[in-house]
């Protein structure tokens, strides 16, 4: 990865992004300013987290934010394929803001493995009062474990939680390519394989971006957006 060092030190959250899918060319030079970036990239052309790309840029999650206002797709059902750590973690945080999940395990005793995790963390979440009894109860019965990919045909977003092996995520997304809504937004937890190698294997690789929580997931409240 190139210089994500040197800018996370100029501020807190910095979302690296490629300016093209964003949308916001308009934005750019002031981000720029703003990250202490100011002047022409000394590398065009280069998404500094994955390679090469097209106009790849800075942007702060403020100001992401603020220009993502008005084209917001509201998610209201979310897939996570993988229920480890860093899975149930994610469904866990999608169940507390209110959206159905549904997670994806390769087995029956997986699957319920990590059912049993989340609801643990709520429990914990619970006792420490960080959730009233009634949230939690409705948490637990927004998520539910599948073994069968092609039951995140209706998902709105799908997260892809699996162990950092590129093959094993490439052979997802393929997957994926297949069942997924044509409006869906496929997105991988990876934090080090390229995001354009899983987009490639899909039939709308421009709806596939990396969404990198941090562990514990619950606890942690910064996601890296690719």
């Known amino acids: 990865e190139a210089r994500p060092s040197s800018v996370t030190r100029r501020g807190s959250n910095v979302i690296w992004f490629t300016r093209r899918r964003a949308g916001v060319d308009g934005a750019v030079p002031r981000v720029r300013k703003a990250c202490g970036l100011e002047g022409p990239a000394k590398r065009p052309g280069w998404d500094p987290c994955h390679g090469p790309s097209r106009n790849g840029s800075v942007m702060t999650a ?16 979310v897939g996570v394929i993988g229920g480890g750590i860093m899975g149930t973690g994610i469904a866990e945080v ?8 549904v997670i994806c395990e390769v087995n029956q005793a997986y699957a319920d493995s990590a059912l049993g995790r989340l609801r643990k963390s709520l429990a914990r979440a619970e006792k420490t009062g960080k959730m009233t009894t009634a949230d939690r109860e409705a948490a637990e019965g927004r998520v539910r474990a599948v073994t ?15 162990i950092e092996d590129e093959a094993e995520k490439i052979a997802i997304f393929q997957a994926l390519g ?13 934090s080090s394989i390229p995001i354009m190698k899983l987009a490639a294997v899909t039939p709308q690789p421009q709806r596939v971006i990396g969404m990198h929580f941090f562990n514990p997931v619950p606890v942690l409240r910064l ?4």
């Not at 297949?178 to 496929?186: E, H, I, N, T, W």
Request: hydrophobic residues 45%.
């Open 62 to 77: 403020e100001v992401a934010a603020e220009q993502a206002v008005s084209t917001t797709e509201r998610v209201s059902t």
């Open 94 to 101: 999608s169940a507390r803001a209110g959206c159905d999940v």
């Open 148 to 162: 069968d990919i092609a039951d995140l045909a209706d998902r709105d977003l799908v997260v892809e939680a699996v």
């Open 178 to 190: 297949k069942v997924a809504r044509p409006d869906a937004l496929l997105t991988s937890n990876t």
């Open 223 to 226: 996601v890296e957006l690719v």
